[in-house]
């Protein structure tokens, strides 16, 4: 008899790379001539959040918009970003925490695991800590949850990937 194959959705992101968009952002800051002088810092503290602390709300987002554009070039997703309102710091400046998101919060599991069962193919799917598992018999059925996901990628509010393909 067949074995059941299976593969798992879950939310991740490269660290590593998004130490290297960082530390380009933070060589930027030091040369491009509207932010050199002003203080500007840009922090990622322990791969769970991002704070960016500046003289005012316009250079503020100029940094998030750089942060940004080297994120895409590193081809991580910007919906592992997370901005939180922009708030006063000391001497006047503003800052700004950015969480990241990793991991499939149980509700976002939940709503990954009704779009499959709509989907009415013979798979299962399950929840398991930040991750879903899908298992069925056939590879082809698993290919088109993988698809149908896909096209349902806008309503996610989450990067998502596909592996432990098997």
């Not at 660290?15 to 380009?24: F, G, H, P, V, Y």
């Not at 994120?71 to 991580?76: D, I, M, S, T």
């Not at 298992?135 to 082809?140: E, I, L, Q, V, Y």
Request: without cysteine; hydrophobic residues 35%; charged residues 35%.
């Amino acid at each position: 008899m067949a074995k059941d194959a299976s593969f798992d959705i879950v939310s991740e992101f490269d660290k590593q790379e998004l130490t290297n968009a960082i530390d380009q952002v933070k060589r930027e800051l030091s040369t491009r001539f509207d932010l050199k002088d002003s203080n500007s810092k840009i922090e990622l503290i322990e791969q769970k959040s991002i704070n960016i602390t500046t003289n005012d709300e316009m250079k503020l987002k100029n940094i998030y918009d750089i942060l940004q554009s080297k994120l895409v070039k590193r081809n991580l997703s910007l919906k592992i970003l997370d901005p939180q309102k922009i708030e006063n710091a000391l001497a006047g400046n503003v800052k700004q925490e950015i969480k990241l998101r990793q991991g499939l919060e149980v509700e976002l599991a939940k709503k990954i695991v009704g779009f499959i069962k709509d989907t009415k193919l013979k798979v299962q799917a399950s929840i398991q800590g930040d991750s879903v598992r899908v298992t069925g018999k056939s590879r082809d059925d698993l290919q088109d949850v993988i698809k149908a996901i896909k096209a349902k990628e806008d309503e996610i509010d989450a990067p998502l990937q596909y592996t432990n393909y098997r």
